[in-house]
């Protein structure tokens, strides 16, 4: 069974940074994009960033773009998005989500990052 | 950015047949999938690449279209079904989202 366990979310005053991560399992991690994607509460679905599998491809969405990093371990089977310089609009529901025919076939849970002084 | 129009919401009767459109400000070939998320839950693939099935999805959902016009058609609707859904493309850079059409059962 394909899992996607996100954490490391919390409330983080502005400026600060954050680092989320998301162990998968359940299928071949280093075969597979990855990508984070986030959801404002009672918004819409804001792809962040994505990564290919051997990490040889790096994209991220003009609102991050400087500020977030997304890495990942193939050998720990971990996704990562470390954040900084957040502002009050960075606060999202983030998920992790598998790359599959350029949708999304498996999501994790999602972990909660509020922005806020 | 490649826009994805959808109709806010829509109201239907369980085992009534439902189609949910969503328009794309350029195309995006059949690089088109749909999403279905339930309150409090992470969304759901349904329909990848315009109109293939995701692995456990039940055959009453089915996907059309190609270039800017897609459909995503539920028939019959079950009570079940209430949900948002989403459609999303992937062939342009970057990909992005539609804001979601509610569909709530009569």
């Known amino acids: 069974e394909v899992q996607l366990v996100e954490s490391g979310g919390g409330l983080v005053q502005p400026g600060r940074s954050l680092k989320l991560s998301c162990l998968a399992s359940g299928f071949t991690f280093s075969n597979y994009g990855m990508n984070w994607i986030r959801q404002a509460p009672g918004k819409g679905l804001e792809w962040v960033a994505s990564i290919t599998s051997s990490s040889s491809f790096i994209y991220y969405a003009d609102t991050v773009k400087g500020r977030f990093t997304i890495s990942r371990d193939n050998a720990k089977n971990t996704l990562y998005l470390q954040m900084t310089s957040l502002r009050s609009e960075d606060t999202a529901l983030y998920y992790c989500a598998k790359l599959r025919d350029g949708g999304y076939d498996y999501w994790g849970q999602g972990v909660m990052v509020t922005v806020s002084s | 950015d490649t826009v994805l129009t959808q109709s806010p919401a829509l109201a239907v009767s369980p085992g009534e047949r439902v189609s949910i459109s969503c328009r794309a400000t350029?195309?995006?070939?059949?690089?088109m999938h749909w999403y279905q998320q339930k309150p409090g839950q992470q969304p759901k693939l349904l329909i990848y690449k315009a109109s293939n099935l995701a692995s456990g999805v039940p055959a009453r959902f089915s996907g059309s279209g190609s270039g800017t016009d897609f459909t995503l058609t539920i028939d019959p609707v079950e009570a079940d079904d209430t949900a948002t859904y989403f459609c999303q493309q992937s062939w342009n850079d970057p990909n992005t989202f539609g804001a979601g059409t509610k569909l709530e059962l009569k």
């Open positions: 350029e195309g995006v070939k059949s690089y």
